[in-house]
Structure formats: C-alpha cells, structure tokens
C-alpha cells in the first residue's frame, strides 16, 4: 500500500519560507515521478513542481520558478518543497503526488491523471 505524507505548511509572512516534505512508502517502482500541486478555494488544482526519482528530470510553473525548490532524497524516500519568497498568491493546501513514469511524461508534467497517489494535503498560508 502507498502512503504520502506531507508536513511543513503552516503560517508565514511574505516574503518568507516554508519548507515541505512529503515521505513516500510502499512505491515499489525506481522509477518514478514526484509532484508538488496546490489547491487555493475556488480554484482548481494545479501542478507546482515535478520531480524524477531517478535523473532529476523537472518542471516548475512559471509563477514559482525562481522561488520554489524540488528535490529528493532517494535514500530517506522523501521529496522535499523549498518554498522562498512566498507572495499571497502562493496560498493553497498544497499536495505531494507519485506516478510511474508514463511514455511522453513529460510533454504532460502538470496532467493530475498521471499520478496514482497523493498525499493528505498540508495547508500553506501567508499574511502579515
């Protein structure tokens, strides 16, 4: 059974950082992809960060890159959200996902439909 299991979100001032992890258990496959998507109510849920368990092959959206950091730890099964320079904007319940890499993955990064598994959510807020 796969688990993901986020932490790390909570209240911060723009312009600050957060920092989420989200641990991966059961995923059997080495080769696999890591996303980052973000819901903010009343919108829909959108792919933030993508990430390849194996050659680190990525994607960030365009209103993060710059800002926001993917990596992995292969050894720890765990993935990691380095979020800098956080606007109010950037507010969402924000999502760890996993999928097994597909043919022509990454002409599709930010398709929901491609990741089986998905973590609780943790909430990410930023106000002064």
């Known amino acids: 059974q796969v688990q993901l299991v986020e932490s790390g979100g909570g209240l911060v001032q723009p312009g600050g950082s957060l920092r989420l992890s989200c641990v991966v258990a059961?995923?059997?496959?080495?080769?696999?992809?890591m996303g980052w998507f973000r819901q903010a109510p009343g919108k829909e849920r959108e792919a933030v960060s993508v990430i390849s368990s194996s050659d680190g092959t990525s994607y960030d959206a365009d209103s993060v890159r710059g800002r926001f950091t993917n990596s992995r730890d292969n050894a720890k099964n765990t993935v990691y959200l380095q979020m800098n320079s956080l606007k109010v904007e950037d507010p969402a319940v924000y999502y760890c996902?996993?999928?097994?890499?597909?043919?022509?993955?990454?002409?599709?990064?930010?398709?929901?439909?491609?990741?089986?598994?998905w973590g609780q959510g943790t909430q990410v807020t930023v106000s002064s």
């Open positions: 059961g995923f059997t496959s080495d080769h696999y992809v």
């Open positions: 996902a996993a999928g097994p890499i597909q043919p022509g993955f990454w002409s599709r990064p930010t398709n929901i439909a491609e990741y089986d598994y």
